[in-house]
């Protein structure tokens, strides 16, 4: 039975994924982003993406998408500039460390976060997203809420093969 589950599971988590063209999928991310990151746009909390690409990847359902800042607002990487800094792990460690269930330094030295690039690109992001107060904006406390509410069920999706 696991043998059939596994496939079952993996097509079933890639096929919504697999069916938006790329450059679709990547824009929508950026507009929920650039919605969760207002206030710390606003605040000039993500300039360090100025001039820089990042590149998230989530390996094991094959979602990727980039982005940098310009203009006072996270942009996609149409033009599929070279990316400063890779990020990817399986969707199980992203929504680990997410919903705050993992710290993200204890993902990075178990090597279940990696990261390629530019160490002080890195290093930027880490302290963005350990200072970032989710309460700053409605977008960011609702996102934030909707996944603490609907952990136990995504855990079970994304990481009962882990």
């Given at each position: 039975?696991s043998?059939?589950?596994?496939?079952?599971?993996?097509?079933l988590?890639?096929?919504?994924?697999?069916?938006i063209p790329?450059?679709?999928?990547?824009k929508?991310?950026?507009?929920?982003?650039?919605?969760?990151?207002?206030q710390?746009?606003?605040d000039?909390?993500l300039?360090?993406l100025?001039?820089n690409?990042?590149l998230?990847?989530?390996?094991?359902?094959?979602?990727?998408?980039?982005l940098?800042l310009?203009?006072?607002?996270?942009?996609?990487?149409?033009?599929?500039?070279?990316?400063?800094?890779?990020?990817?792990?399986?969707?199980c460690?992203?929504?680990?460390?997410?919903?705050?269930?993992?710290?993200?330094?204890t993902?990075?030295?178990?090597r279940?976060?990696?990261?390629?690039?530019?160490?002080?690109?890195?290093?930027?992001?880490k302290?963005?997203?350990d200072?970032?107060?989710?309460?700053?904006h409605?977008?960011s406390?609702?996102?934030?809420?909707?996944?603490?509410?609907?952990y136990?069920?995504?855990?079970?999706?994304?990481?009962?093969?882990h």
């Amino acid at each position: 039975m696991s043998v059939v589950s596994k496939p079952f599971n993996g097509l079933l988590l890639q096929s919504p994924f697999a069916l938006i063209p790329k450059n679709i999928s990547n824009k929508i991310i950026v507009m929920v982003f650039n919605q969760i990151f207002a206030q710390s746009i606003k605040d000039g909390d993500l300039d360090f993406l100025k001039g820089n690409w990042v590149l998230i990847e989530v390996t094991d359902i094959s979602l990727s998408f980039s982005l940098g800042l310009k203009s006072g607002q996270l942009i996609h990487n149409q033009n599929r500039q070279v990316t400063s800094l890779r990020i990817s792990a399986k969707a199980c460690d992203f929504l680990d460390m997410v919903c705050r269930k993992k710290d993200p330094d204890t993902l990075f030295f178990q090597r279940k976060i990696k990261m390629q690039g530019s160490t002080e690109l890195g290093l930027y992001v880490k302290n963005f997203l350990d200072a970032f107060d989710v309460e700053s904006h409605w977008a960011s406390f609702r996102a934030d809420q909707a996944l603490q509410n609907s952990y136990p069920l995504l855990k079970n999706l994304f990481c009962n093969n882990h």
